[in-house]
């Protein structure tokens, strides 16, 4: 049995836990468009500095950040209504339901902020796992952008835009 995981804003203290989280992800190139050579303080500044950013942690007993997640408007004026969101999940973290509970917590907070919709701009088709997540809590793909993302394993794939309603 995994141990609880607790969800919560997060703070400037939990910047390390999320890097600790962030920095594999985007140094294996394989689910974002980041540079995979992004320095600590671009990251930083990609996940908690854009306008209307909302950040939480998934953290276990011991307060250790097992994932991330964010969400903001997705475009400024007339598309704020539409969430954007990204998450990550520490590798080690994987298959304990971490991402299924930062993606709930979300759509529920995106809900409550008065959000009407959420698109995803740029889900790597060959992220599975996450394609899979995102279709069982009702996201459909709207389209895919043929060859729009250089994975450093498979080449260039398709990024799905993804859409549900709150």
């Known amino acids: 049995m995994s141990a609880p995981v607790h969800l919560r804003d997060a703070t400037p203290a939990d910047w ?4 600790r989280v962030l920095e594999p992800v985007l140094r294996a190139g394989e689910t974002y468009a980041y540079p995979r050579d992004i320095t600590e303080d671009d ?27 964010k969400y903001l408007p997705n475009h400024p004026g007339a598309g704020a209504h539409v969430a954007n969101a990204s998450f990550v999940v520490a590798p080690d973290a994987a298959g304990r339901g971490v991402g299924r509970a930062l993606a709930r917590a979300v ?19 060959t992220n599975t796992r996450a394609v899979a997540l995102w279709e069982s809590l009702g996201f459909a793909v709207l389209a895919t952008v043929p060859e729009a993302f250089d994975h450093p394993v498979h080449g260039l794939v398709g990024l799905h835009v ?3 309603a709150l």
Request: glycine residues 14%; hydrophobic residues 50%; without cysteine.
């Open 107 to 125: 759509l529920d907070g995106a809900r409550a902020d008065g959000y009407r919709a959420m698109q995803f701009n740029a889900v790597v088709e």
């Open 43 to 69: 990251a930083r500044a990609a996940w908690t500095g854009s306008p209307g950013v909302r950040v939480l942690v998934a953290v276990d007993d011991a307060g250790t950040v097992l994932g991330t997640a």
């Open 162 to 164: 993804m859409h549900r």
């Open 16 to 19: 390390p836990g999320v890097w």
